[in-house]
C-alpha cells in the first residue's frame, strides 16, 4: 500500500512516542495495523427564522474543515500499548456579524474568527479483548454521543474501559472530564442541557457504565448508566430486535426507556419512553416512532451533545418538552435498486404536542428531506455530497426554514 510522507511521518511521531513511554516496545507490530485518513468536509448552513420579532432572522455561513485521525495497532506481549490522535481545523470562508452562530465556527465578539483547530491523543493499553484509553476520547454510547453534525466533531476528555472478553457481552466503564464543544477549541468543564432544567453547575467529572449483550444475531438488550457530578443520575435501558420475514423483507423494533434523576441543586425529573419500528421491503424503508416525556423538565443529557432519543432529529433538538408526546413517520429509499448505487433518499415528518407553551398548550412539528449520492469508484471514489432540507413550526417558538449542503471527501492514508 502507497503511504504517503504525511501518512509516515506522523505515524513515525506516534511511534517515537511510544518509544520514550515504553522501551523496547514492537514498532512493526503497532505500526501494521495502523489506520490512518484525512477529511475534507466542506458545508454550507442556512437556516431563515421566519416567527414574529426574531432577534436574528438568518444564521448562514460557509467553512472548510479538515479532520486527521490516526488510529496505532498494539505492540505486541500480553499487554499492548498505542496510541490514537485526532488534529482539527476549520476554515471560515463566509459569515458576518449578523449571520453568525451556526454552529460551524466559534461566536466571538463582533464575528467568527478566520479559523480554528485543536488536536488531541488518547494513549490505550490492551490486555486480551480489553482496551482502556486515556486522553481525548469520543464515546458513542446513550448517555454521551458527541455531536458531528456540523464541521468538526465534539470531544472529551478523560478514560474509557472497554471489555469484551465474555462472548455477547460488551461492557463499558469511564470518566469524562472535559469538554469541547462542536465550535469550540477550548477545554471547559461539562454541563447538562434540557427543556426546564435549572440549578445546573459546571462539573469535571461525569460518570459512566454500561453493559451490552446480544442473546442471538438479531436480538440486544442493553443498560447504561450516566452521572454528573452536582446534576443528574440517568438510567437507560434499550432493546434492539431485527428479524427476517421473508427474503428482502425485515422488521427492526428499537425500545429505549430512559429515567434522569437531580442530584445536588438541579431539579431534573425526566422519564423518557420511546419506540421505533422499521420495516424494510428491498429498497425501501418504512419506520414510525412514539416518544413520550413524563416529569418537570425535559431530557438530560451532556452540553452540546446529541439527545439519545428516537424522536431527535434536525432542527427541534429533541421534542422533548416537559409531559410531551410526539410521534414520526419516515421513508427511505436506496437507489442501487435503479442501477445508481451511492444514491440514498430519506423524509420524515415529526409532530408533537401535550405540552405547555405559556397558558396555551404547545405544539410543534417539522419535516425534514435527505438526498445524498457517494462515488462509488474512480477517481473521485469516496466523495459524498449531501443536501438536507428541514422545515420546524411550532404555535409560539420558533419558525424555521433551514438548508445544508455537505460536501465531503474522505483520504485513506493508511
Do not use: C
Request: aromatic share 10%.
Amino acid at each position: 500500500m502507497y503511504k504517503s510522507p504525511a501518512s509516515l511521518g506522523f505515524t513515525s511521531a506516534a511511534a517515537l512516542g511510544l518509544s520514550l513511554a515504553f522501551p523496547g516496545f514492537a514498532e512493526a507490530d503497532l505500526l501494521e495495523d495502523s489506520k490512518a485518513e484525512l477529511e475534507f468536509r466542506n458545508f454550507y448552513f442556512n437556516s431563515d427564522y421566519r416567527q414574529a420579532g426574531a432577534a436574528q432572522s438568518k444564521r448562514d455561513e460557509w467553512a472548510q474543515g479538515l479532520l486527521l485521525t490516526y488510529e496505532s495497532g498494539f505492540t505486541d506481549g500480553p499487554v499492548g500499548f498505542g496510541v490514537d490522535a485526532i488534529g482539527l481545523f476549520g476554515l471560515k470562508l463566509d459569515s458576518g456579524p449578523e449571520r453568525r452562530n451556526s454552529g460551524l465556527l466559534p461566536v466571538g465578539d463582533e464575528k467568527a474568527p478566520g479559523n480554528y483547530g485543536r488536536a488531541g491523543v488518547a494513549a490505550k493499553a490492551r490486555v486480551a479483548k480489553s482496551v482502556l484509553r486515556a486522553g481525548t476520547l469520543m464515546p458513542k454510547l446513550p448517555t454521551v454521543l458527541p455531536n458531528d453534525g456540523r464541521l468538526l466533531p465534539q470531544t472529551f476528555r478523560g478514560a474509557q474501559l472497554t471489555s469484551k472478553d465474555i462472548t455477547d457481552l460488551t461492557l463499558n466503564l469511564g470518566r469524562l472530564t472535559r469538554n469541547t464543544e462542536r465550535n469550540d477549541s477550548g477545554h471547559e468543564l461539562i454541563e447538562v442541557e434540557g427543556k426546564g432544567i435549572r440549578g445546573g453547575q459546571a462539573s469535571d467529572r461525569f460518570d459512566f457504565a454500561s453493559a451490552s449483550y446480544n442473546w442471538t444475531k438479531g436480538l440486544t438488550t442493553a443498560y447504561h448508566y450516566g452521572a454528573l457530578e452536582n446534576n443528574y443520575q440517568q438510567h437507560i435501558v434499550t432493546l434492539l430486535h431485527n428479524v427476517t420475514l421473508a427474503p428482502g423483507q425485515s422488521l427492526k423494533s428499537d425500545l429505549r426507556y430512559a429515567r434522569s434523576l437531580k442530584d445536588g441543586n438541579t431539579n431534573i425529573d425526566n422519564t423518557a419512553i420511546g419506540a421505533r419500528f422499521t420495516y424494510t421491503l428491498q429498497s425501501h424503508s418504512f419506520g414510525v416512532a412514539y416518544q413520550k416525556m413524563k416529569g418537570v423538565t425535559g431530557f438530560a443529557h451532556l452540553a452540546g451533545t446529541d439527545s439519545f432519543l428516537v424522536n431527535y432529529v434536525m432542527i427541534s433538538p429533541d421534542f422533548a418538552n416537559p409531559q410531551e408526546r410526539s410521534w414520526q413517520a419516515r421513508y427511505d429509499y436506496d437507489f442501487a435498486a435503479l442501477g445508481v448505487p451511492g444514491l440514498s433518499f430519506m423524509t420524515r415528518y415529526l409532530q408533537g404536542d401535550h405540552f405547555a407553551r405559556g397558558n396555551k398548550e404547545g405544539t410543534e412539528w417539522e419535516r425534514n428531506t435527505d438526498l445524498a449520492y457517494v462515488f462509488q469508484s474512480g477517481p473521485l471514489k469516496n466523495l459524498e455530497l449531501k443536501w438536507r432540507n428541514g422545515t420546524y413550526r411550532s404555535n409560539g417558538g420558533n419558525n424555521i426554514d433551514q438548508n445544508r449542503v455537505i460536501v465531503s471527501y474522505t483520504l485513506p492514508l493508511l
